[in-house]
């Protein structure tokens, strides 16, 4: 029962360089989130995608992209990484928006830009 | 006016105190209220969803006050294990998505 599976879980990247973070989930679920945790700032959503084929920004989507790649993964790119990109980033999946019963929450993937 | 306000803390209780955590939320129609923990370095998981009527859940009570845009999460005979953050989520303005608290650091002492 692996839910929701994020990787890596820890990268570090030079200021300009460019990476994606992969999910993907097992649940079967319709919707999928991408958000980035900093300390005293909470989970802030950056992107979401409410079905397969569909995606739509969230509260700090600049200078990031997504691609819902299939029903299972939905990826976040980073074209240009920056120091203020350093966070903590969570993907997470539920069957609906806003679902009753909540939301299921990969690992995590620590980013560091230097 | 954030979406979902709670008092950081952190709260430092010992072993087999009581403690209650509020959060008050600006949506007067949020439909669904959750609260989720978090431990340190680790994701958010569903502690427990919150119904109109109040629900228990073992040494865990959440409550919804709709009148007063609040819920509540009482935790009786904290245990060390309990130290973690405590998040309450409640369905964003649009209504279309869940908004987290920042959190309420609880820490359990001997």
């Known amino acids: 029962n692996a839910g929701v599976t994020q990787t890596p879980k820890f990268q570090v990247l030079k200021t300009g360089q460019s990476m994606t973070l992969q999910c993907a989930q097992d649940m079967n679920h319709n919707s999928m989130y991408w958000y980035r945790q900093d300390p005293g700032m909470g989970l802030r959503l950056i992107y979401y995608s409410a079905s397969e084929g569909t995606t739509d920004k969230g509260e700090v989507p600049n200078g990031y992209n997504v691609s819902r790649l299939n029903k299972r993964e939905f990826s976040l790119r980073l074209e240009s990484a920056a120091p203020s990109q350093t966070s903590v980033y969570f993907c997470a999946s539920s069957e609906a928006l806003a679902q009753p019963s909540g939301y299921t929450f990969g690992s995590g993937t620590r980013l560091t830009v230097v | 006016r954030k979406e979902v306000e709670q008092d950081p803390g952190p709260f430092n209780v010992p072993e087999g105190a009581t403690v209650a955590f509020n959060c008050t939320y600006s949506n007067s129609a949020s439909q669904s209220f959750f609260w989720y923990r978090q431990d340190c370095r680790k994701e958010p998981k569903l502690l427990m969803s919150?119904?109109?009527s109040g629900n228990e859940d073992g040494r865990f009570t959440a409550q919804l006050n709709r009148a007063s845009q609040y819920i509540s999460l009482l935790i009786r005979d904290s245990k060390l294990s309990d130290s973690a953050t405590y998040l309450c989520?409640?369905?964003?303005?649009?209504?279309?998505?869940?908004?987290f608290g920042g959190g309420t650091r609880l820490m359990v002492k001997p």
């Open positions: 989520v409640v369905t964003n303005n649009a209504g279309n998505m869940l908004t």
């Open positions: 919150v119904y109109s």
